[in-house]
């Protein structure tokens, strides 16, 4: 598994430091949602529950920020292939 620091989104900072830091921050709200079900010591149904309610919703700005970025993104650079392919298949 590769640490936080050596993820191509991490790395994607020095050439475009808007949208790579646009993403970390939604992934830290991802991220915060876990910490509350751990910290809330959440059973699995319960966490699951939490994940529904919270989690979908960043999921969808999530899509919908990579779908107003498109456009400015070179279609076949990583981050171009990356948001056409989450855009296209509806993956979160």
């Known amino acids: 598994m590769l640490g936080a620091r050596e993820t191509p989104l991490y790395e994607a900072q020095s050439s475009d430091l ?30 699951l529950a939490l994940r529904l309610a919270k989690s979908v919703r960043i999921l969808d700005d999530i899509k919908a920020y990579l779908e107003r970025e498109r456009p400015n993104v070179l279609p076949k650079s990583p981050k171009g292939k990356r948001a056409a392919t989450r855009c296209r298949t509806g993956k979160r």
Request: no cysteine; glycine share 4%.
């Open 18 to 47: 808007m949208r790579s830091t646009v993403m970390l921050a939604y992934i830290r709200l991802l991220y915060d949602v876990e910490r509350e079900a751990r910290d809330m010591k959440l059973n699995g149904e319960e966490r």
